[in-house]
């Protein structure tokens, strides 16, 4: 167990382009969230993946904003025309499929900065 | 919607004092309650749950009760270390659904 990754872990931008990040999540979870942490907030929910179905999507998850998970594996996020309210640490997180399990598991998150 | 309040930091202790850091929480019902702790440079660590009313949840020296009667999860910890210097994050959840964060606090032990 690997736990969870992500890349890249920092990416400096201009504003107006494209930006993706990958997540990695737990082996066989079939969970998978992302969050946006910005500084000196606590991480907030942006959308949500079981398996490959995007279940729920935050409002805070504009048109420019688009999240993937093609096999049920790793997960994209891409940031179009990024703004620089865009700049912020985006998290993911994985969970196994069992209904008890409720706890999350993180990994260390992409530090996005957009000049 | 739900919402997690917690005590604004930072809070700076000397090493083995006791630690309380506040957090209360607006549902409707009984969800999960968590606290996250952030160490500089690394990401977010589950450090203790309780799932149901008047649950303890307890790690590496940390406690925290489920009060459902006045809606609060406060972390305590008898002595910190100056390992323990980290952001904390108060949270709750509904089974495997989003986590709600409260807005951190920061601890800052000194030797």
């Known amino acids: 167990d690997t736990g969870v990754s992500q890349n890249p872990r920092h990416k400096i931008t201009k504003r107006g382009q494209n930006v993706t990040f990958r997540c990695d999540p737990i082996?066989?979870?079939?969970?998978l969230y992302w969050y946006r942490q910005t500084l000196g907030q606590g991480p907030e929910f942006l959308t949500y993946?079981?398996?490959?179905?995007?279940?729920?999507k935050s409002r805070l998850l504009s048109d420019r904003f688009s999240a993937e998970r093609p096999k049920g594996s790793f997960s994209t996020l891409e940031i179009q025309r990024t703004e620089q309210g865009d700049s912020a640490m985006y998290l993911c997180?994985?969970?196994?499929?069992?209904?008890?399990?409720?706890?999350?598991?993180f990994g260390p998150g992409t530090r996005l900065l957009v000049l | 919607g739900d919402s997690v309040t917690q005590m604004e930091g930072p809070v700076t202790l000397s090493e083995e004092a006791f630690l309380t850091i506040n957090c209360t929480y607006t549902?409707?019902?009984?969800?999960?309650l968590f606290w996250y702790v952030q160490y500089p440079g690394e990401g977010l660590q589950l450090l203790l749950k309780?799932?149901?009313?008047?649950d303890k949840g307890s790690n590496k020296g940390f406690e925290a009760t489920y009060r459902k009667e006045t809606t609060s999860f406060h972390l305590e910890k008898g002595s910190v270390q100056v390992s323990d210097s980290a952001v904390y994050f108060c949270?709750?959840?509904?089974?495997?659904?989003?986590?709600?964060f409260g807005t951190g606090t920061k601890l800052q032990v000194i030797p």
């Open positions: 309780a799932t149901k009313a008047d």
């Open positions: 949270a709750l959840s509904w089974g495997y659904q989003k986590v709600t």
């Open positions: 549902a409707t019902g009984y969800p999960s």
């Open positions: 997180a994985s969970s196994p499929e069992a209904i008890y399990i409720e706890t999350q598991y």
């Open positions: 993946f079981q398996n490959e179905a995007q279940l729920e």
């Open positions: 082996s066989e979870h079939n969970r």
